[in-house]
């Protein structure tokens, strides 16, 4: 066997075996954030949907990474996209060192650095991983390309082309790579007919163009388009630990969310978020009023993040209203959350927009969002599922939706709103739930007159001993 066939077989083996390790770990560590980034995702095969990603350019890369993100639902099929892109990209960029350094084998091997340094900086970027993959799939194509007039007119191509595949960042340093290789293979007079593509380039970020003047001025040109964010960073390890206790909680697995993923040591560390899921779950455990106390929590507003603009805000507080069965305030918590999203809307807001609709009888509402989700890969179970739903509810519930509240939710303090809202659902459980919660933020006042005009005017505990922190608070 020739030896530059054994460094070959060698380099595969390595870089197969650096995937398998990065997949078996991100599927390990950060399933939740793999999972998460399915829910965030959104990509419908319509000509709307196209039309926005024309407006977010690179155009083709951000569509094709909406795409496979559909299929992270399994954080091992999201590892496998993952690495495949990786492997992929280290894969042309040995190809490309080899057929531009023959002789020098040992330069051969910086092929495993793009792969690694994109899996290690930019773990869960799909879109600037796969631009990366296209900048040198389109090296090698120019490596192969055997004349030098038929690599000038692929040069000009590119400009073309890559512009909806790759940030002008990397279509520039693209460019610039065909010229050191021109200047290599032949000389660099040669090499100055490469100058014509890239002055085509250059002037760009200074041209302000009416007709593109729809896209972000950073979507144009400047911004390279990655968060770099070492794999193992403090930012990870915390946005993967808030992702599972948003996905245990939309799982319903509350006592998991407070002892096995530790919510209830993290909020006594001091972990606002942690505070605000752990509270949760006792309310959903129906535990609120015996462990209140457990918590360092002063103020009625760490129950939920009132009046608050951010991706987590919103996310908490649609599964807080959805403990409460206010169906209402889910459907707005979710949509205000998918508007945060880079798409303006994702998958699981969506989701949630559905479920909301059907239990409160807005057929008509879940529906148009139906509509939109049967234009995506992989949800046609859902809405068939969601159909049966609506035909099941519509036999069970008159078409007149009544009145639910008779204020936006939001517009008094929580205690106030919280009893306000008891009057219009009549399930025993939710009444329950809002109850103790304006309870219990007249313990945090230190309002003892209202706690016991509270605790008086609702008989869920009548005949029934005080819960520990009620009990608490009036011995006190």
């Known amino acids: 066997m020739k030896k530059h066939n054994i460094i070959s077989y060698t380099y595969y083996y390595v870089l197969v075996v650096l995937m398998l390790f990065f997949a078996i770990y991100t599927a390990t560590k950060f399933p939740y954030t793999y999972i998460t980034m399915e829910g965030d995702d959104f990509w419908a095969l319509t000509r709307g949907y196209w039309q926005?990603?024309?407006?977010?350019?690179?155009?083709?890369?951000?569509?094709?990474?909406?795409?496979?993100?559909?299929?992270y639902f399994s954080p091992y099929l999201a590892a496998a996209v993952q690495t495949s892109v990786l492997g992929l990209t280290g894969l042309l960029a040995y190809l490309v060192l080899r057929l531009t350094f023959k002789e020098k084998r040992l330069l051969h091997w910086l092929g495993l650095l793009p792969p690694i340094l994109l899996g290690y900086y930019c773990t869960f970027d799909l879109s600037f991983q796969l631009q990366w993959l296209f900048f040198f799939a389109f090296l090698l194509i120019y490596r192969l390309i055997p004349n030098l007039k038929a690599q000038l007119f692929w040069s000009i191509l590119s400009v073309a082309i890559g512009f909806f595949l790759m940030r002008t960042p990397i279509l520039f340093l693209l460019l610039l790579s065909y010229?050191?290789?021109?200047?290599?293979?032949?000389?660099?007079?040669?090499?100055?007919?490469?100058?014509?593509?890239?002055?085509?380039?250059?002037?760009?970020?200074?041209?302000?163009?009416?007709?593109v003047a729809f896209i972000p001025f950073e979507e144009r040109y400047m911004a390279w388009g990655g968060r770099f964010e070492p794999l193992t960073s403090s930012y990870n390890q915390q946005g993967e630990y808030v992702k599972k206790l948003v996905c245990l909680s939309s799982e319903g697995k509350w006592e998991e969310l407070i002892y096995k993923a530790r919510a209830k040591n993290?909020?006594?560390?001091?972990?606002?978020?942690?505070?605000?899921y752990a509270l949760l779950a006792e309310s959903a455990l129906g535990t609120l009023p015996e462990n209140l106390f457990d918590y360092p929590i002063s103020d009625e507003n760490l129950f939920l993040f009132p009046h608050q603009d951010s991706s987590i805000a919103h996310q908490f507080n649609w599964l807080f209203y959805l403990n409460l069965g206010v169906y209402d305030e889910v459907f707005h918590q979710a949509e205000e959350y998918g508007l945060r999203q880079p798409n303006g809307v994702c998958f699981s807001s969506l989701r949630q927009m559905v479920d909301s609709s059907i239990e409160?009888?807005?057929w008509e509402i879940a529906e148009k969002y139906l509509q939109i989700l049967s234009k995506s890969s992989r949800h046609k179970g859902f809405v068939r599922d969601s159909r049966a739903r609506i035909q099941n509810s519509k036999k069970?519930?008159?078409?007149d939706i009544p009145l639910r509240a008779d204020n936006f939710v939001g517009g008094y303090s929580l205690p106030v709103e919280m009893l306000r809202l008891t009057r219009y659902y009549g399930d025993a459980s939710r009444q329950k739930k809002m109850t103790d919660y304006a309870i219990c933020s007249y313990i945090l006042r230190g309002d003892r007159n209202s706690f016991r005009i509270a605790v008086q005017a609702f008989d869920i505990y009548k005949d029934k001993p005080l819960p520990r922190a009620y009990q608490l608070f009036m011995d006190m």
């Open 266 to 276: 993290e909020a006594r560390r001091g972990n606002g978020v942690a505070l605000r």
């Open 52 to 71: 926005m990603k024309l407006a977010m350019l690179p155009a083709f890369s951000n569509w094709l990474s909406d795409f496979l993100k559909q299929f």
């Open 360 to 362: 409160e009888g807005d």
């Open 179 to 211: 010229a050191l290789m021109t200047f290599k293979s032949h000389n660099w007079k040669k090499s100055l007919y490469l100058i014509l593509p890239l002055s085509v380039l250059i002037p760009m970020p200074l041209v302000y163009s009416q007709q």
């Open 396 to 399: 069970q519930k008159s078409k």
